[in-house]
């Protein structure tokens, strides 16, 4: 039986921000059904801004996701029950390069109405509309540390986006 999800608003969503993302994790996924990849992410944010509720996601050009944010315009994140922790290490570990994640995982993709993809065994979507990017710049990085990250010097690019439509799961 499919799983049903209903729209709420982002500001009626009741997680705690900095575990959803830092320690649950999430799925990013841009692309077509015909032409997608995700990878699983705990970099980023939600917040307000530009008067609107949005998201900040951070993504290497070297991940194979990065070439399908570049062409999207939108693109999902896809949060879960601490069930299927270990699909979200196989997203995080592979490349969509050598590797059907979905074939791997059994993820089931669902089409958003604008066409999005996100996955049936979430709980908690967040459709998004790119409004901004730019890459991280090492000599802004106020704190050393931070270079501590980036041994590769494979510096994040910033994505802030708008989220356009919030569903979680029945």
């Known amino acids: 039986m499919k799983k049903l999800f209903i729209k709420t608003e982002p500001e009626n969503i009741k997680d705690n921000p900095i575990k959803l993302i830092g320690s649950d994790w999430m799925l990013v996924t841009a692309g077509t ?3 997608f990849n995700t990878m699983t992410a ?4 939600i917040g307000y801004l530009w008067n609107k509720p949005v998201v900040f996601c951070f993504i290497r050009p070297t991940r194979h996701t990065y070439h399908f944010m570049e062409k999207s315009e939108y693109f999902t994140l896809s949060f879960f029950d601490e069930d299927y922790r270990e699909l979200l290490n196989i997203c995080g570990n592979t490349s969509g390069r050598d590797t059907n994640k979905i074939a791997e995982t059994g993820l089931i993709p669902v089409e958003t109405e604008n066409k ?3 996955f049936e065994q979430a709980r908690l979507v967040m459709e998004c509309r790119k409004l901004y ?4 710049k090492p000599e802004f990085f106020l704190d050393e540390r931070i ?3 980036y041994p590769a010097k494979d510096y994040h690019r910033l994505y802030i986006a708008e989220i356009v439509n919030c569903l979680v799961s029945e």
């Open 116 to 118: 999005n993809i996100y």
């Open 147 to 149: 270079h501590k990250s």
């Open 42 to 45: 705990a970099w980023g944010g």
């Open 33 to 35: 059904k015909d032409s």
């Open 133 to 136: 990017h730019d890459d991280l």
